[in-house]
């Protein structure tokens, strides 16, 4: 399987494929879920909720996103690697998002996801994308606008609010997204603006009518349990396989059953023996 591009992304809407992603934060992860055929793999800065337990994702800062964005890039062959700007890396100016947008692709990723639609978000897309970085758009509920909303809701609730957002996601295609994230949008409002579009939407809590589907990969395999949203769906349980398998193991400590010569480096006959002549002199 060929390595997959931006350009890939958009051919599937084209084709009528509908698009599988997922997010992803570490190395091994990063490689299991690229083996199990996603087309792209987010380094979402939900990474701040579920690697770093933080309360928002607006406290997760560039450095940690770059730590995040590289081990996630090692990791995969195939899927395209998008990582996400994180708060005021690119709402400062466009120059920080230039430089900041540079150093993700730099630490692997293949294209960047910013939220929103303002005058300020629209030139940094088309700068960036003018600049040779593809960019995912992300609408509907952006977490990074959370304390301005004032908490999470459904987006796009009203006939109105629905083409408010057909009128950004119209300006974020024109400024030359490839792909729009619509998270938490009622599901007819997220079809309708999905048949309205030339780049393909990936719905997160936007029911079946978008391209693709993104999910929080932590929710997915049911390692984090600090809340679970409506929209996700749980196929694992890893925090049972992980706490059972850690507690057999503290248990074979505790009663000496770990480890054993078999998990150990043992001394050639002649070197034990010369061993047990010192201790018994
Ligand atoms: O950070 C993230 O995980 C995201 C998804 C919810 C799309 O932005």
């Excluded at 964005?69 to 690119?90: C, E, W």
Aim: hydrophobic content about 40%; glycine content about 8%.
């Amino acid at each position: 399987m060929s390595k997959i591009t931006a350009k890939t992304i958009c051919d599937m809407k084209a084709r009528g494929e509908k698009i599988a992603s997922i997010t992803a934060y570490d190395y091994s992860t990063a490689k299991y879920l690229d083996e199990a055929g996603i087309d792209f793999l987010l380094v979402g800065d939900s990474a701040a909720h579920v690697m770093l337990g933080l309360d928002s994702t607006t406290k997760i800062t560039m450095n940690e996103m770059l730590v995040f964005t590289s081990a996630v890039a090692r990791g995969v062959k195939n899927a395209l690697v998008v990582a996400d700007m994180p708060f005021l890396s690119y709402q400062t100016s466009v120059s920080d998002a230039l430089k900041n947008a540079g150093d993700l692709i730099r630490a692997g990723a293949g294209a960047v996801k910013i939220e929103g639609a303002s005058n300020h978000s629209l030139e940094v897309i088309s700068r960036l994308v003018e600049s040779g970085i593809p960019v995912v758009a992300h609408l509907g509920f952006t977490p990074q606008f959370v304390n301005t909303i004032g908490g999470n809701f459904v987006a796009g609730k009203s006939f109105e609010t629905t083409l408010k957002i057909l009128h950004d996601s119209l300006a974020v295609e024109r400024a030359g997204a490839f792909a729009l994230v619509l998270e938490m949008v009622p599901k007819e409002s997220a079809e309708f603006i999905t048949s309205k579009l030339q780049i393909p939407t990936i719905g997160i809590g936007a029911g079946n009518g978008c391209d693709g589907q993104i999910l929080v990969s932590d929710d997915v395999l049911g390692r984090f349990d600090g809340f679970s949203p409506k929209f996700s769906k749980k196929y694992a349980n890893l925090k049972e396989v992980m706490t059972k398998a850690v507690s057999e193991y503290a248990k074979d400590v505790k009663d000496k059953k770990f480890p054993t010569d078999a998990e150990s480096f043992l001394l050639k006959d002649e070197e034990r023996q010369k061993l047990e002549n010192y201790k018994n002199n």
